[in-house]
């Protein structure tokens, strides 16, 4: 039976269609991701966690195929580049890279701008890394029972560093002070290499502090390192005991940093995320790379980052109730 020319037209035009997707499930359902990924990384260029952020995206595109660009958003606690993510869509396609300090800004801040546990949805975690407790070589201490022993002897006549008020060094530095029961002037800096020059020179007098940029300077004596807040021994400093060795487990803590999406976002988006993560972290290179900076690859699911983040969350805003500090102006 010949076709009419009706038919054609009808068959003609609907060749047309598929061709030019009217009839195929749309760019908003193809599978994720159809367009670049956006990594907003909660801290300044150059440091930890920026540095983190970039090899895992650089892995992930690599991997996947795909277009990652990450751009660097820091300041007021991390809560300037979270804030950014929250006016974007829920799509899956911006992610936040957060990382420990920001549990304790709800503790810190007075007008927190969300709710990290409720306006944020974990994709998982990314990375571990372990401070190291290091004192000015003329200070007459070489453990962390000798350095509590000379910190109660002199109450808030030593001083220790930090990179900033809320960073690790100076959450972790109050921890200290509120579990050993001893007193000491935090001072703040607004770079890390200003931090670890007025150890050097004996202005301050001790420091806990990420590892990398300190190990050539223990290495060659220049800073005296009395333990690292590992649960083992760390790769880059062997020799060094942690804080449970030497008796203190309740000084035993991390920094990490995690990636996040907005709440709201797909299911199948986060779980694509994540899985996609988990690959890049199993990546030899990333690992390696990881080690270099004093950082060891994480993983997981999305389940267990969240709950990562509700203990920090309450671990970290008890250490700023107890120790009584605020946030500075």
Known sequence: MPISVGRIAIIRLVLVCLAAGIFSTGAGAQTFPNQPIHITVAAGAGSPPDIITRVVANAMAKAEGWTVIVENKPGALQTIGGRDVLSLPADGYTICAFSMPVTAAPALMVNMPFALDKDFA?????????NVLVVTPSLPVHSIADLIALLKQK???LAFSS??????AHLVGEMFKLREHVSALHVPYARIPQATGDLLNGTNQFMFITTLPVVGLIKAGKLRALAVTAPKRIDALPNVATVA??????????DWV????????PQDATARL???????LASPAVKEAFAKIGAET???TREQFAALIGSQMTHWGHVVKESGITMQK
Do not use: D, I, M
């Open 122 to 130: 974990a994709v998982g975690l990314v990375s571990r890394s372990y």
């Open 155 to 157: 109450p808030n006549k």
């Open 163 to 168: 990179g900033g008020f809320g960073t690790p």
């Open 245 to 254: 060795e030497q008796g203190y487990p309740e000084l035993a803590v991390e």
């Open 258 to 265: 995690g990636f996040v999406v907005k709440t709201g976002t």
């Open 274 to 280: 994540n899985a996609a993560l988990n690959k890049a």
């Open 298 to 300: 994480a993983g997981g």
